[in-house]
């Protein structure tokens, strides 16, 4: 109630901005407010409120995904309930999608205490993606796993500093709605399980299942049904065996389809290799080997065939599995 009118105000500035607004079977009256406050708003098209009866528990990914696939912007950027906008980040936006295209992440830092979560991206590289972690059950950290996958396919960060104004709750107000007790240390779980499926090859979210599924009242008349995007490519991977010198056994995948990205599981610490993330710079192909720039070291060559010798590449050796 706070919010929401200051957001449509400063939005009504702008052309070809529209604010579509999830009710993920609310029970504090907010139907009946909207339908008594904002009919302006709804007829301009500037808001867009559409209403789901199906879920009994809040679902923090299943809500983001459904909402940004109701959207029908080139630019779709999550907005939390407690964000207040501001006139400099709209202006921003604008500025990321003229001058860089589809391949942007916009990330806002803002205090620490709830703007986490706004993050925009194009509509094509979200498809790609395939939207946030479904699979996660309560709050947390789905939002950063988002941006790690965004930033893998590509994605060039710009980081938001400006303060950026929210409403402050409480955990106990976070997780009231949700079918699981709100834990902070299980969401520290779910951040570690995360982060391991990145690290195992799985650079996009719900693999072999649906995401955003579901159907909506649209401006309390249109029934709309959203289903699986059989369109939506999942991106193969290509995995290399990477041998340390002492005979510690890591993965390495290639993504021949994104022309540019590596990561490897590193059991144990090595060094500046204990970080599975490596340069972006563009693959080299020439026969019968891929040759990139490492981490911290110079070029090395990542052989395609099975049977090939180890080659010595500084203290590390490379073959395919």
Known sequence: MKTLPHNLKLLSNYDSCELVLLDYNSKDGLEDWIKNNFQREISSGLL???KTTQPEHFHMSHAKNLVHRLASGKVLCNLDADNFLEKMYINELYRCFEEEGDNFILKARGDGHGAGGRIAVSSDLFYKVRGYEEHIDRWGHDDT?????????KGKVIGYLPQIRVIRHSDDVRGSNYEQPFNRNQSRKWAQKLKNRIKSGKIQSNLNRSFGKG?????????????????????????YRLVYNTGLANYVFVYPELGSYIMTIVKNKIGKLNCYWFDKGEWIEEGDTIKMNWFCHSDSVLHKEPDSEKYRCDKYFIKRT
């Open 215 to 239: 159907y909506v009242k649209k401006n309390f008349t249109d029934s709309v049904r959203i289903e699986e995007d059989l369109s939506t490519k999942i991106f193969e991977t290509k995995r």
């Open 145 to 153: 796993d988002f941006f790690n996958k965004c930033e893998i396919f």
């Open 48 to 50: 867009v409120y559409v």
